[in-house]
């Protein structure tokens, strides 16, 4: 019963690329959580998806940063233009159906912008 | 904003003691409060949760104690062993409000000396 996977675990990008982080939610789960963590800090909410549909973002940066959870396939977290401030480590929870307050988190991408 | 915090940021207990983790919130509309376990490089482990209409809760080994008077939420690790060295990290949240975006605290750093 596989949990919840990230994918890359460690990502370098130099300024001005893109980032593409990529969160496949436990088996049966359809709700699908967005966080940053700062160094030595707790984590922040970025934003709240169910399949095709964003149903919070309030914690999402206006500019640069984007996701998405289609239908079928991973639910990705999108940074265009990178800059030294979006290095963090990115964690995904899932939760399922009548369970979505307890969220069961990835092993986390760690994003480095050089 | 109002925001969950921590009372205190290290924790040092000697293997066998009791070790317990203080958080303070601010927030009087949240109602359910998780702890998470995060050892380093890893993403947070869901460890027990209370919601507002209980004031403790037991799980193995571990007890979540919550005093809404005074907005407090503590957690308390019986006989602590070297394996509960990691971060602590205490969430909130508010049903009913159209999200299940988890709040988190700072978190406590605990080291348990062999």
């Known amino acids: 019963n596989a949990g919840v996977m990230q994918n890359p675990r460690h990502l370098v990008r130099r300024r001005g690329q893109e980032a593409r982080l990529r969160c496949s939610p436990m088996?049966?789960?359809?709700?699908v959580y967005w966080y940053r963590q700062l160094p030595e800090e707790g984590l922040k909410f970025m934003v709240y998806l169910q399949k095709e549909n964003i149903i919070d973002e309030s914690g999402m940066p206006k500019e640069r940063f984007s996701a998405e959870f289609p239908k079928e396939g991973p639910s990705i977290l999108r940074i265009q233009q990178v800059v030294r401030g979006d290095s963090a480590a990115y964690f995904c929870a899932s939760s399922g159906q009548g369970e979505s307050y307890e969220q069961y988190f990835g092993p986390g991408t760690r994003l480095t912008v050089t | 904003g109002e925001s969950v915090g921590l009372h205190l940021p290290t924790l040092s207990v000697q293997e066998g003691d009791n070790s317990i983790i203080n958080c303070a919130y601010s927030n009087s509309a949240s109602d359910y409060f998780i702890w998470y376990k995060q050892e380093s490089g890893k993403g947070p482990q869901f460890i027990i949760d209370?919601?507002?209409?209980?004031d403790k809760r037991q799980g193995q080994r571990v007890t979540v104690l919550l005093n809404k008077t005074v907005k407090h939420l503590s957690l308390q690790i019986a006989a602590t062993q070297p394996g509960d060295s990691a971060v602590y990290f205490c969430a909130e949240n508010i049903s009913g409000a159209g999200s299940y975006q988890l709040t988190f605290g700072k978190g406590t750093k605990l080291s348990v000396i062999p």
């Open positions: 209370i919601r507002s209409n209980m």
């Open positions: 088996k049966g789960h359809s709700h």
